[in-house]
């Protein structure tokens, strides 16, 4: 079972930030955060991931919380082409199987 | 690069017909590992090969089975297709060493049992 709980859908107007919350309270010392996310018809995509620190890529930035009990995916300058399902998925550093939950589904409007 | 690669992009099948998938990863990865993606849900781990051989297994039964090839590539097979077998099947790839869980997904099989 997938140990994330996410909101089953968000809303953003293109050009804002998006933010996506994630709450992974059991998360062990040795788990990452990874955010992959799927836009309709095609195969996951590899977004970020992180461990304890906050992490800034091309794509986002992710936020964990002190405590690692919560995580945010920041998407600054949302577009359209941003519209899909957002999946957080928390997995030892090595561990190699992508348990996927039900996801975000974030819709961009203009 | 061409990225993860699979083959068909749809097909179709009646019940109790066998299927076989392709897939080839992304230039040097070797691991390929297989997932089901039922409509509206998440995908779901299959399985996992590497060295030619199964190295993990998620809940699927016996009918689906795969392959890895000498140049990584792999197949995935599905017999005594049931009509809860129509899905997308996606493949995806990473290298042994490395951000391991930074999976490429290719774009997947869809397909559908009469």
């Known amino acids: 079972d997938a140990k994330t709980t996410q909101p089953p859908s968000m809303d953003c107007a293109e050009g804002r930030a998006a933010n996506l919350p994630c709450n992974h309270s059991t998360i062990s010392g040795n788990e990452y955060v990874y955010w992959y996310r799927q836009i309709h018809s095609q195969g996951p995509q590899y977004i970020i991931h992180?461990?304890?620190n906050n992490e800034t890529n091309e794509m986002a930035s992710l936020i964990i919380t002190e405590d690692r009990k919560s995580s945010t995916l920041i998407l600054p300058h949302a577009t359209l082409r941003d519209t899909a399902v957002y999946y957080c998925i928390v997995m030892p550093g090595g561990y190699n199987k992508l348990i996927f939950g039900a996801g975000t589904r974030l819709a961009v409007h203009p | 690069d061409a990225g993860v690669t699979q083959s068909p992009t749809h097909l179709i099948k009646t019940r109790g017909q066998q299927v076989t998938l392709r897939c080839s990863p992304k230039?040097?990865?070797?691991?390929v590992s297989w997932y089901q993606q039922a409509l509206g849900q998440g995908p779901q781990f299959i399985f996992q090969?590497?060295?030619?051989?199964?190295?993990q297994r998620g809940n699927f039964p016996d009918r689906f089975s795969g392959h890895q090839f000498p140049n990584y590539s792999s197949e995935l097979n599905v017999n005594a297709l049931l009509l809860g077998d129509s899905a997308l099947y996606l493949c995806?790839?990473?290298?042994?060493?490395?951000?391991?869980?930074?999976?490429?997904f290719g774009p997947g099989t869809r397909l559908l049992v009469l």
């Open positions: 992180g461990l304890k």
């Open positions: 995806a790839s990473s290298p042994e060493r490395g951000h391991q869980e930074t999976q490429y």
């Open positions: 090969y590497y060295e030619e051989e199964e190295r």
């Open positions: 230039s040097g990865h070797d691991t």
